[in-house]
């Protein structure tokens, strides 16, 4: 009896869970009057749910116009394909409902869950309820094309959007996403509250364009995958995209691959709106750096405005808990009664605060005013680092900080002469750089063997340029090695010649995640301009039959991971030179040799994050040699991106002596 009884109940519910995942049809009726007018308010499920695929009958009630609808919890999740938005609705999603992207689905690479594109009025309401992708199968490269913007929520041009309660996880992007439709148009009067934004691809949130945007008691934690990987990220595109009247407040970012929050505003110049940030009661935990701002500091100069921390904590991140990058006179950074503990407790050189400049920084670094900030910090440091790698200096940093060791508490004023004791700026002399304009260049050497032209050790990132020594006639070939940076994606990247006459030659594209055979006939006789920029990610030429050099006439040669040998010439009569290296920020190291024509060591650094010059003066009459700039693995820090700078000297570096290209006069 009681094995029967048994046997009865598990066949009930194996009925009722049957009758639960069944589809079910739509309700004709509640349809039919969401159409008409008389019913303002209906649940998803009227228009039918499918377990299997449940894209047609949430898209429909979503289209219906409906201005309430609620999506009901079932039996199992909504299981859909990316699903459209519509203007001047309320979605309620009930508590316990899992909106579930189809797996298999999503192989665009802009695939996402939910989109609302040039719309208006819609409110998502979900307490309880998870937006959920497949983070696993989108990082398989088997399976998914990479890709960093299969978001779980992506907002773009639109207005008078809110959002409430939910949690986005595992997406193959973002959880949400702030970007534009309509080109210049930017998204207005957004409201995020009590979001939950959890184990997302690259961003927890992204704010591409925003103005009116209050996030509020949100957690963005646990982004890794794809760079930044930070917890929130305000990175405009372009300088008509809008950064205004952003206020965060009282959220917790913890446990992200990247910095807590980033703004990375440098696409901004002078020419855009004044941006206006303000974090309130926000709190940093584990992140690997907690706050960084950086703005341009190019020559298309920065916007002007105000970024602002109150009340805000940066705790334990791995690096620094705050990072400034911008010029002084444009924007100020202000941080009022912000702590930041335990930052970087496993890296001395790193400082709890770090103001840096870049490459190509054209005015000092500053605008940064510090209110009674408590720096808690277990390691003999200073509590401030400047790294310097833009050959410019400080100005207008000022405040009080409240300096906490060993249970004993020091205020201290920002006055310049604490600042010049914690910041040092390297002085360097000032070598400028050897002006080639107009000047024609020639092979160093008539006859040079393919193997001397073998340039597989420089890895260019972001500055993709070479020369090429070619005779009318050669039947010239190389080879390009164009692979990922981390998970970066990649397109064709077209390889550019320009002759000596100026004729433009375009004999190839580089083929992303491939070596490309790159051929051609010579028409002319000289040096050829050779352009291949693989962005983000990573490029080199090999197995060239003619010499190819890098070209950094047009300022910092930028690299990856490129240990070897660079070779450049002096022109006889050159009295003094500079060649400068450096790393990126305060992360990334190089080690360097300076080494004269008679193989001698003249000098060298290691682990050189910030940037180092080597100096050299000649003897009056020193006829035209050949160096050696020798780069290495750093012995103790991470290796990764790096620069070289030639001053005094023609900025041309070759693979060996035999190959070099220098001035013809």
Same mark, same amino acid.
């Given at each position: ?92 999603? =009930? ?9 298999? %689905? ?29 983070? %696993? ?22 207005? #008078? ?64 995958? $794809? ?13 008509? =995209?809008?950064?205004? #009247?952003?206020?965060?407040? /009282? ?59 109150? /009340?805000?904590?940066? !705790? ?67 509590p401030i680092k400047y790294v310097n790698a833009g050959d410019v200096g400080i100005e ?13 508490? %020091? ?45 597989? !050790? ?50 190839? =594209? ?13 028409? =002319? ?11 983000? #990610?990573?490029?080199?030429? $090999? ?30 009569? $050159? ?37 180092? !010059?080597f100096e050299v003066e000649l003897p009056e009459g020193t006829e035209g040699q050949v ?12 290796? %990764? ?23 013809? !006069?």
């Open positions: 009896m009681y094995k029967s009884t048994v046997a009865l109940a598990i066949l009930l519910s194996l009925l009722v869970a049957s009758i639960c995942s069944a589809q079910i049809a739509p309700d004709q009726q509640i349809i039919d009057g969401v159409a008409a007018g008389t019913i303002q308010e209906a649940k998803a499920s009227a228009w039918g749910f499918d377990p299997e695929d449940s894209t047609a009958q949430l898209q429909a009630a979503i289209d219906s116009g409906v201005p309430k609808l609620i999506v009901d919890k079932m039996a199992g999740p909504w299981i859909v394909t990316p699903l459209t938005l519509v203007s001047d609705q309320d979605i309620l999603f =009930e508590e316990g409902v899992e909106l579930l992207a189809k797996r298999g %689905e999503y192989l665009s690479k802009n695939a996402t869950l939910v989109t609302a594109s040039n719309k208006e009025n819609i409110t998502l309401t979900g307490y309880g309820a998870t937006f959920r992708m497949w983070q %696993e199968d989108y990082d398989n490269p088997a399976k998914y094309d990479r890709a960093e913007w299969r978001h779980c929520l992506s907002i773009r041009s639109s207005s #008078n959007i809110e959002v409430y309660g939910l949690t986005l996880t595992e997406s193959g992007g973002d959880g949400i996403y702030l970007g534009t439709a309509i080109a210049g148009v930017t998204n207005k009067d957004i409201i995020i509250k009590d979001v939950v934004c959890d184990k997302n691809y690259r961003q927890g949130i992204s704010v591409i364009t925003a103005e009116n945007l209050f996030i509020e008691s949100c957690t963005l934690t646990n982004t890794g995958g $794809t760079a930044p990987m930070a917890g929130i990220d305000f990175e405009p595109n372009k300088p008509g =995209e809008r950064v205004v #009247n952003c206020v965060m407040r /009282d959220c917790i970012i913890g446990g992200n691959s990247g910095n807590g929050i980033v703004m990375y505003l440098r696409p901004l110049d002078a020419t855009s709106v004044d941006i206006s940030l303000r974090f309130e009661n926000c709190v940093c935990t584990g992140d690997r750096g907690a706050a960084r701002v950086t703005l341009n500091e190019g020559a298309a100069g920065a916007p002007d405005g105000l970024v602002e921390f109150v /009340d805000c904590v940066f !705790q334990d991140a791995y690096g620094s808990g705050i990072q400034v990058s911008k010029p002084a006179d444009r924007s100020r950074v202000r941080f009022v009664n912000c702590s930041v503990i335990n930052p970087a407790a496993g890296a001395v050189a790193i400082a709890p605060i770090m103001l840096l400049s870049r490459q190509g920084a054209v005015s000092p670094v500053g605008g940064v005013e510090f209110v009674d900030c408590v720096v808690s910090d277990t390691l003999d440091r200073n207008d940093v000022t405040g009080t900080l409240i300096i906490e060791k060993d249970g004993q508490r %020091e205020t201290v004023a920002l006055t310049e002469e604490v600042l010049a004791e914690w910041m040092p700026v390297m002085e360097w002399k000032d070598i400028p750089h050897l002006d080639l304009e107009g000047v024609a260049l020639k092979p160093m050497n008539a006859d040079v063997p393919a193997d001397a032209c073998n340039f597989g !050790q420089a890895r260019v990132r972001r500055t993709g340029a070479f020369l090429l020594s070619a005779t009318e006639g050669d039947e010239v070939s190389f080879t390009v090695h164009y692979f990922q940076v981390g998970k970066y994606g990649g397109k064709p990247v077209p390889v550019v010649l320009t002759t000596p006459s100026g004729a433009e030659l375009r004999p190839g =594209e580089a083929i992303f995640l491939e070596n490309t055979e790159i051929s051609f006939t010579a028409p =002319e006789t000289g040096v050829y301009d050779l352009v291949a920029d693989p962005g983000a #990610n990573r490029l080199r030429i $090999t197995q060239s039959t003619n010499p190819i050099n890098l070209d950094g006439r047009g300022g910092t040669v930028g690299l990856i991971g490129s240990a070897g040998d660079y070779y450049f010439w002096v022109p006889a009569g $050159t009295r003094e030179f500079g060649a400068r290296v450096c790393g990126e920020g305060a992360g990334e190291s190089v080690a360097a040799k300076l080494i004269n024509p008679a193989g001698e060591i003249v000098a060298e650094v290691d682990n050189c994050f910030e940037t180092y !010059q160096w050696l700039l020798k780069i290495q693995k750093p012995s103790a820090m991470p290796w %990764e991106d790096h620069y070289m700078d030639l001053r005094g000297v023609p900025p041309i570096l070759s693979p060996t002596p035999e190959a070099l290209i220098i001035p013809a !006069q």
